[in-house]
């Protein structure tokens, strides 16, 4: 009879770990003095940040943060209960 080799799901992901941290592409540490959000250094060399949408750089667009702040101030008025709120303390000023 033949020898199976049973491939166990840990022993795989541990393979992978094992084989990433050892090529250097996972586990590693962030240099620097501080982060942005936009770049990031590891060993040194800077490099473009992708673990959050800040590589974008739409949390420092001015632009944006304008046009999220009319949005809000607009969306206000759909909503019954903020209304009631807004009346409330217009009316104890």
């Keep these: 009879m033949a020898k ?3 491939n166990n799901f840990i022993d795989t992901v541990d393979e992978v770990i094992t084989n990433a941290a050892n090529a250097g592409v996972i586990h590693l540490r962030a240099t620097g003095e501080a982060l942005n959000g936009r770049h990031i250094t590891i060993n040194g060399k800077p490099s473009y940040h992708f673990g959050t949408t800040g590589y974008l750089g ?3 667009d001015r632009r944006l943060k304008n046009a999220a702040k009319t949005l809000l101030k ?3 008025h759909n909503f019954p209960y903020q209304k009631h709120i ?3 303390r217009s009316m104890h000023r």
């Design 86 to 88: 807004f009346h409330i």
């Design 4 to 6: 199976v080799k049973h």
């Design 58 to 60: 739409l949390e420092q």
């Design 74 to 76: 607009s969306m206000v």
